[in-house]
């Protein structure tokens, strides 16, 4: 089994630099735009999905839609997957959350917020379940799960076992593609993508020759 985890595309609040966690903050128009820029990128490689899953917060969810050309409805929500909640912090600026970024391994959770380990916990069940998915669904091979930021690198810390202090050291742009396949019962990763990137640079590229 392949899976393909995609983050969302932008909200206003990744634009304005806000914590959202559970706050169901919607794609806006550039948002859109990015997760039809990497529909198409899946597109050229001839990629197509045979069962789609997704936060149930409406950016994930809505990008899992246009990615794999199904409708909104059509796209399995998993609450494993869903943003980190962040509590009363949710709506603030990332540069007041200094302790969550800048020393994980320290972060002491907020009122009504979850921590890194359970996040992990959270992810880790997901995993399993596409696991067990892999051995009894022959039908199944490639998998778009889309999700968030933290939620990513929670996902990614159970496959890299990194240390706390390194949970944020992956940059995760809005719309980036980070690959994984099953190989003898065991996810290894396959890498970080990115699409957008790579449209605006092949894009910057044709106006430069032109």
Known sequence: MIVYFIRHGETDFNKRCLIQGMSDIPLNDKGVQQAGVAANWFKAQNITFDKVFSSPLVRARKTAAIVSGRTFEAVQPDARIREMD?????????SLIKDLFDAP??????????????????????????????????????????????????????????????????????????????????????????????????????????
């Open 86 to 94: 962040f509590g009363v912090d949710e709506g603030k600026q990332y």
């Open 105 to 210: 391994e320290t972060y002491i959770p907020s009122e009504g917020a979850e921590s890194i380990q359970e996040l992990q916990t959270r992810a880790q069940e997901f995993l399993d379940m596409l696991s067990e998915m892999a051995a009894s669904e022959e039908n199944v091979h490639t998998v778009l799960a889309a999700s968030h930021g933290a939620a990513l690198r929670g996902i990614m810390s159970c496959i890299n076992h990194c240390e706390l202090k390194d949970f944020w050291r992956s940059g995760l742009s809005n719309c980036c593609v980070y690959k994984i396949h099953l190989e003898n019962n065991v996810w290894v990763e396959d890498g970080l993508m990115h699409p957008i990137e790579e449209a605006e640079q092949f894009k910057s590229g044709k106006t430069k020759e032109a």
